[in-house]
């Protein structure tokens, strides 16, 4: 059974940073999505097997920085946050392959994390 741990996140204030990690049981394409309270689970990051390709939400273009290390493990860097990234941010892994994960949605992911809650206050 494939198991994504995470950790990270927590309070930061606004334009602060923080950095979330993901340990999955195997090795997968990974990345993160994020729901904020009466919203719908969205995409913000997902990282190829091979780390070679980086998507991204235009949301956080240029804030965020996924990437991921030989231990089959991600990390969301995030910076010059916003009051408007606090959310639960959930690790995903897929297991399929998809040729790009520009419209990765939350109905295609494999695996989740339990999620971490990252705050930022104004």
């Known amino acids: 059974q494939v198991q994504l741990v995470e950790s990270g996140g927590g309070v930061v204030q606004a334009g602060g940073s923080l950095r979330l990690s993901c340990a999955a049981s195997g090795r997968y394409a990974m990345g993160w999505f994020r729901q904020a309270p009466g919203k719908e689970r969205e995409f913000v990051a997902a990282?190829?097997?091979?780390?070679?390709?980086t998507y991204y939400a235009e949301s956080v273009k240029g804030r965020f920085t996924i990437s991921r290390d030989i231990a089959r493990k991600a990390y969301l860097q995030m910076k010059s946050l916003k009051p408007e990234d606090t959310a639960i941010y959930y690790c995903a892994a897929d297991s399929g392959g998809r040729v790009s994960y520009n419209s990765w949605s939350p109905g295609e992911v494999d695996y989740w994390g339990q999620g971490t809650q990252v705050t930022v206050s104004s």
């Open positions: 990282i190829s097997w091979s780390g070679s390709s």
